[in-house]
Nanobody
């Protein structure tokens, strides 16, 4: 059974950093991409970054570009999201998601992913 487990969330002051991790297990064949989504209170879940397993191509939405970095450790089936220069508007529950469908450039739409973690809370506040 496929499992995605997020970790690393917490409370941080504006301007601070956090590193989220997503541990993936249970795929009978390798997953093709992992994405990070977030959902703030009262808002829809939005995709913010993704990475292809093969080749490591990444993608970011404008709101996090230059501040967040996604990376993968394929040997450990783990994907990280390094978040720097955090802002109060980054406060949300962060989810990782996986797909076993290959695309040349990974997607950041909810419909692109079939497997989801339970989420980890990130709160940016002074």
């Amino acid at each position: 059974q496929v499992q995605l487990v997020e970790s690393g969330g917490g409370l941080v002051q504006p301007g601070g950093s956090l590193r989220l991790s997503c541990a993936v297990s249970g795929f009978t064949v390798n997953y093709e991409a992992i994405a990070w989504f977030r959902q703030a209170p009262g808002k829809e879940r939005e995709g913010i970054s993704c990475i292809n397993r093969r080749g490591g191509r990444t993608r970011y939405v404008d709101s996090v570009k230059g501040r967040f970095t996604i990376s993968s450790d394929n040997a450990k089936n783990t994907v990280h999201l390094q978040m720097n220069s955090l802002k109060p508007e980054d406060t949300a529950v962060y989810y990782c998601a996986a797909t076993d469908f290959w695309r040349a450039v990974c997607g950041v739409r909810l419909s692109d992913y079939s497997y989801w973690g339970q989420g980890t809370q990130v709160t940016v506040s002074s």
